[in-house]
């Protein structure tokens, strides 16, 4: 059994699972909707790989 988040299993379903996380509906890409919560690009590549854990 995988211990990974469900998005692992298919690239194409990180962007669908980070809307739902963040509660958007948009057609920004996931880096976009991360930068947006992070205020800027440093905390939004630490916040990338905290949302991969």
Same mark, same amino acid.
């Given at each position: 059994?995988?211990? $990974?988040?469900?998005f ?8 669908p ?11 920004a ?5 991360? $930068?947006?919560?992070? +205020?800027?690009?440093?905390? +939004? ?5 905290? $949302?991969?854990?």
């Amino acid at each position: 059994m995988s211990t $990974l988040p469900p998005f692992y299993d298919d690239e194409n379903e990180f962007q669908p699972w980070l809307q739902k996380r963040f509660a958007v509906n948009t057609s920004a890409s996931w880096a976009k909707i991360i $930068l947006l919560y992070s +205020g800027n690009e440093t905390h +939004g590549f630490e916040m990338f790989f905290d $949302l991969l854990s």
